[in-house]
Antibody
Framework: EVQLLESGGGLIQPGGSLKLSCAAS????????MNWVRQAPGKGLEWVSG???????????YYPDSVRGRFTISRDNSKNIFYLEINSLRVDDTAIYYC??????????????????WGQGTLVTVSS | EIVLTQSPATLSLSPGERATLSCRAS??????LAWYQQKPGQAPRLIIY???KRATGIPARFSGSGSGTDFTLTISSLEPEDFGVYYC????????FGQGTRLEIK
């Protein structure tokens, strides 16, 4: 059974930094792309980053324009964990952050990923 | 960016009724579209992928159709556990979600 467990959320002041973690089990972690999706209070889903499996030793990372430059996704296949680092936190980054498993190893001509397993989420609150 | 527009925003129906939810893409995504169900306090769950394929464990009352820019999720006969928010998602160009349709009990 696929299991994803997020950690690292909490109350952070505007301008601060935060690193979220997602521990994975129940599947061959190194073979799949992994993603972060957030949901602001009472709002819809927003994909914020994805990281491919290794492609010839390279991990490809993807971000929407709304977060590029402030968000950094990374992974450690030896520990079955991946991360999301957020810098220059803003009040509108307040959200539940979900980690999610992609259904393929990387984006290609056929597109990126569907998200076939999700964690329960970790709440990030940005407030002074 | 590919924008997904879902309609209606809210759908009020009774158990046993048929639900039809729509998702329109701003440009063609071929069949690269999925549907997710989210219940209050829970993570989303994949229910349909590749526009029409049911995910593992999803009952046959759920079906998806469409290709290109227009997609439909149909629930043939609503059960009490089907009420919640449904999102469509495209993967044809990166990943984007629709704004959601709330399916509520009438």
């Amino acid at each position: 059974e696929v299991q994803l467990l997020e950690s690292g959320g909490g109350l952070i002041q505007p301008g601060g930094s935060l690193k979220l973690s997602c521990a994975a089990s129940g599947f061959t972690f190194s073979s799949y792309a992994m993603n972060w999706v957030r949901q602001a209070p009472g709002k819809g889903l927003e994909w914020v980053s994805g990281i491919s499996s290794s492609v010839g030793g390279t991990y490809y990372t993807y971000y929407p324009d709304s977060v590029r430059g402030r968000f950094t996704i990374s992974r450690d296949n030896s520990k079955n964990i991946f991360y999301l680092e957020i810098n220059s936190l803003r009040v509108d980054d307040t959200a539940i952050y979900y980690c999610a498993k992609g259904d393929r190893p990387f984006c290609s001509g056929g597109g990126c990923y569907f998200l076939d397993s999700w964690g329960q989420g970790t709440l990030v609150t940005v407030s002074s | 960016e590919i924008v997904l527009t879902q309609s209606p925003a809210t759908l009020s129906l009774s158990p046993g009724e048929r639900a039809t939810l729509s998702c329109r893409a701003s440009q063609s995504v071929s069949s690269s579209l999925a549907w997710y169900q989210q219940k209050p306090g829970q993570a989303p769950r994949l229910i349909i992928y590749d526009a029409s394929k049911r995910a593992t464990g999803i009952p046959a009352r759920f079906s998806g159709s469409g290709s290109g820019t227009d997609f439909t999720l149909t629930i043939s006969s609503l059960e009490p556990e089907d009420f919640g928010v449904y999102y469509c998602q495209q993967r044809g160009w990166y990943i984007t979600f629709g704004q959601g349709t709330r399916l509520e009990i009438k």
